[in-house]
């Protein structure tokens, strides 16, 4: 069987790959905090053909002869950069200007992190707790739930750009919100690894080993701080121009590979038909 048959096979499966990761950016355009993605991909194994190749007067050449295999994804990126900052009229609606995520605790328990700050609230107990559209609480920098005292008004909420959540008082300046003592604020944390979070759906992520542990910007001087502005969202970060650009490279790059498998089919067929 010709090489060339599964070589331009291999580079028709990781182009494909490309296209869905092309489409899947596309249809997360107007998602709230979407980070876009990118192919990576890498050759497979070099087949020798000659260890070590001489020329027509047995003098050794400095370089043997070696064919490759093909290419396959390597890795899909995702890329963190800061997305545009879209007006809201919504009091629960708060961007992140940063590198920082949310912290949010899923129905079993377990701590996602987030962009996406399209907040809603809930009624419970004493006050309405803040949460994703998922119905997931917020959480503040201790770890605890936020939960909007019922004496207030919710859409009276407040947040200052360091993250700090209150009210307005009589006097008419911001009261922040306090619990046991300290003052309440989005728990926000770094990664030094982003792009190694596990995407666990719904505008989440998780993190694993790759990515290292979640780092909480509060009170760390090592870190940038982030900024929080309400009556934002953050919008994707996916550039339509750039990606249109990749799918017509992407499309041409599937063609070339079909046209390699063609005229490998042809060449066999022509062998068949000899004499």
Known sequence: MMRSLWTAASGMRAQQTNVDTIANNLANVNTTGYKTQEASFKSLLYQNLQSTSTNNVGEEKPVPAEVGL???????????????????????????????????????????????????????????????????????????????????????????????????????????????????????????????????????FSATVASGDPILEDGNPNLTQSMTHQFYTEGSNVDVANEMVNLIVAQRAYEMNSKAIQASDEMMQQANNLR
């Open 70 to 204: 093909g290419s396959r994804v390597s890795a899909i990126t995702s890329a963190f950069t800061q997305g545009s900052l879209l007006e809201s009229d919504r009091a629960f609606s708060i961007a992140i200007e940063g590198d920082g995520f949310y912290q949010v605790r899923t129905t079993n328990g377990e701590i996602q992190y987030t962009r996406d700050g399209n907040f809603s609230i809930s009624p419970v107990a004493g006050g309405n707790l803040l949460c994703t559209a998922d119905g997931y609480p917020v959480l503040d920098q201790r770890g605890n739930n936020i939960v909007l005292p019922d004496i207030y008004p919710a859409q009276d909420m407040a947040v200052g750009q360091n993250g700090v959540i209150g009210f307005p008082g009589e006097d008419g300046n911001v009261r922040p919100l306090m619990n046991n003592g300290y003052e309440v604020k989005f728990g926000l944390v770094q990664f030094n690894n982003p792009a190694g979070l596990h995407k666990a759906g719904s505008n989440n």
